[in-house]
């Protein structure tokens, strides 16, 4: 039998501070948007004093990032662990959908900082370019499921994968967008079917028959 590891009482202490002011962050952010929350609001609210903020984040922006990454990091995961090859392009598309928008409810705060993620980047180059950069990641992956659900003979052969990346990841985002915006008429769940029987039938009809 392998003996567990334990992780050092030190290190988990650290993790465990690390996630608490995330965790805060995102509540003050979601609160008061990135310009307005302080770290005075955010150490407050996580229960450290600025000493164990400066021990894990150099500044706010840092501290953006790292919210930012681990939640983009989350949802390319879902879409990773969504896909089956073996199984139908309906099969898949409804798996990866169910996966992306169950991230808003595990998450209820996600909708509003994922509009304060782009209004932030809106009125500044630097972040702008940088989560640019992000979105071209996750894009690329996207490009690599497809390119080997097209290997596999489940995708039209004549697809333009990075067109259909792009249009993927804005049905997602822009369905999660709505959502937040007018929750009574855009309901994630009740989209998962529709946008499963038409992005299926995009990605599988070819063209020019």
């Known amino acids: 039998m392998v003996p567990t590891l334990k992780v050092p009482p030190r290190r988990r202490r650290r993790e465990e501070t690390r996630a608490r002011l995330l965790e805060a962050a995102?509540?003050?952010?979601?609160?008061s948007g990135f310009e307005r929350a302080t770290l005075d609001e955010i150490v407050r609210e996580a229960g450290f004093s600025k000493g164990a903020f400066y021990v894990h984040f150099e500044s706010k922006d840092d501290l953006f990032w790292a919210m930012l990454e681990e939640r983009i990091s989350h949802q390319q995961e879902a879409f990773r662990g969504a896909v089956d090859y073996s199984k139908s392009m309906d099969d898949n598309v409804r798996t990866i959908l169910s996966a992306a928008f169950g991230l808003l409810g595990e998450d209820p705060l996600w909708g509003s900082l994922f509009m304060e993620f782009h209004a932030?980047?809106?009125?500044?180059?630097?972040?702008?370019?940088?989560?640019?950069?992000?979105?071209?990641?996750?894009?690329?992956?996207?490009?690599?499921?497809?390119?080997?659900?097209?290997?596999?003979?489940?995708?039209?052969?004549?697809?333009?994968?990075?067109?259909?990346?792009?249009?993927?990841?804005?049905?997602?985002?822009?369905?999660?967008?709505?959502?937040?915006?007018?929750?009574?008429?855009?309901?994630?769940?009740?989209?998962?079917?529709?946008?499963?029987r038409t992005l299926s039938e995009w990605l599988t009809a070819e063209t020019g028959q």
Request: aromatic fraction near 2%; glycine fraction near 4%.
């Open 26 to 31: 995102t509540s003050v952010l979601a609160r």
């Open 120 to 196: 932030h980047a809106a009125r500044n180059e630097k972040v702008r370019q940088r989560l640019g950069a992000m979105y071209e990641a996750w894009r690329q992956l996207i490009v690599d499921i497809l390119s080997v659900s097209r290997e596999a003979g489940r995708m039209r052969k004549d697809a333009d994968l990075e067109l259909m990346a792009t249009v993927l990841v804005a049905t997602v985002e822009g369905s999660i967008i709505q959502s937040h915006l007018a929750p009574e008429a855009v309901r994630l769940e009740e989209m998962v079917e529709p946008l499963t």
